[in-house]
């Protein structure tokens, strides 16, 4: 499906509309990253919550270990590999080695996330307790091979650390790579293809075996984007820390008094813009495929409604779910002054905290009542994985609600 002459204009129209800001808007239009970016206001982000005491430390696994460094894209991408990298693991029968999220500096995943949950669907360990208690004796300096995804053919080398965010990345966790193995191996795991997840096992675990190959780093994510469909459930294993939960319940209760909200995503930033204006009439173009089938297309509503079908189709959804409040995440453009003025006359109360930490907006809309969001965008993919997880009803701008 092309572009039709009408979608070609309105895309014309949101490129210029980006310098247009209305008042209510200025004040999120402040120098700050993308909403899928973090900042590092969290107490101190690289202290990892619950330190392992001696009688839990970890025995040395003979299966082996999988290690990546999730450093392509923002953090709702960084989640998606994380899930595909669980789904090869657990094909491999390999333990993970949880890193740290990558944003302005390491982030270890238990600042944000329990580690249990996880060990329900596969063997994991934090990177920091791998480090600490495992490297030392197993996987010293001077003995750590990289390994890389590369035609048997080529002349690129493998340099695992070459470039920015993987440099940085790995000088933060004092790790240096003494030598380098290239593969030619499929990677990208369904766990609900039993029969692929099996092929692949055969094939990693007689060209690497665990006792010749105990730690395959690799050097990108071993799993694609957007995800397979069939790992999308592994989400639900993902779940925040009570730390971390209980700030957003507190500002949960101090909005919304135990009421009915709905909560919306929308991104409005101009690199936003861009990406639609690039994906319009293509398939399976970044997180779309979480609502459109194979051979279906990214559409204009779907990706960067118009102000207009937002009000309108925020509006349809308070009244058939009695919400008393809308929530609004975005990454620029909050038409928060639209919006009220829609709400008033229904009595609905319109709010955006616009937070410093983005996992914040996660959390809101993950509780909401109802939640529409952006089908193109990995930061809506997590909150709809999130909500499918715990049975909560969820619908995309271009749907109904």
């Not at 619950?50 to 450093?71: H, I, L, S, V």
């Not at 996880?118 to 495992?134: A, C, N, S």
Request: proline share 7%; hydrophobic share 35%.
């Amino acid at each position: 499906m092309g572009i039709t002459a009408h979608e070609m204009c309105h895309v014309t129209i949101i490129m210029s509309c980006i310098v247009t800001i209305t008042l209510s808007d200025v004040h999120v239009m402040q120098d700050r990253n993308s909403q899928d970016n973090e900042s590092d206001e969290h107490g101190d982000p690289t202290r990892a919550i619950g330190a392992m005491t001696t009688a839990d430390r970890p025995e040395w696994d003979t299966n082996g270990y999988t290690m990546f460094c999730p450093c392509m894209g923002n953090f709702g991408n960084q989640v998606e590999y994380l899930i595909g990298t669980l789904a090869f693991a657990k094909a491999l029968d390999r333990t993970l080695v949880l890193p740290p999220f990558r944003v302005k500096k390491n982030v270890p995943f238990s600042t944000w996330f329990r580690v249990e949950p996880l060990r329900e669907f596969h063997r994991v360990i934090t990177m920091e307790d791998f480090l600490e208690y495992l490297s030392p004796d197993r996987w010293p300096d001077g003995q750590r091979v990289g390994y890389c995804s590369q035609a048997p053919t080529t002349n690129e080398t493998c340099d695992m650390k070459k470039g920015n965010p993987l440099g940085p990345f790995w000088n933060e966790l004092n790790i240096d790579f003494d030598d380098h193995v290239r593969y030619n191996l499929f990677t990208y795991v369904d766990v609900t293809d039993e029969s692929r997840a099996g092929a692949i096992r055969k094939a990693w675990n007689e060209t690497f075996p665990p006792t010749d190959h105990p730690v395959i780093v690799h050097r990108f994510p071993p799993a694609p984007y957007p995800m397979k469909a069939g790992n999308r459930f592994i989400q639900g294993y993902i779940q925040w820390n009570e730390e971390t939960l209980s700030r957003a319940q507190d500002e949960i209760i101090r909005l919304f008094h135990g009421e009915k909200y709905v909560g919306i995503h929308l991104r409005t930033g101009p690199d936003w813009v861009s990406s639609c204006s690039m994906t319009l009439g293509l398939p399976n173009a970044m997180a779309s495929p979480q609502c459109l089938s194979p051979g279906q297309m990214v559409f204009l509503e779907m990706c960067y409604p118009p102000v207009e079908y937002i009000l309108n189709h925020t509006r349809s959804a308070v009244l058939k779910h009695s919400a008393r409040h809308v929530y609004i995440a975005t990454d620029r453009l909050s038409y928060f002054k639209e919006l009220s003025e829609v709400m008033s006359p229904i009595d609905v109360e319109v709010h955006h905290l616009d937070p410093h930490l983005p996992q914040m907006d996660l959390m809101i809309l993950g509780q909401a009542d109802f939640f529409i969001g952006n089908c193109v965008s990995s930061f809506t993919s997590f909150v709809k994985r999130e909500r499918d997880a715990t049975g909560k009803p969820s619908t995309f701008w271009g749907f109904p609600v």
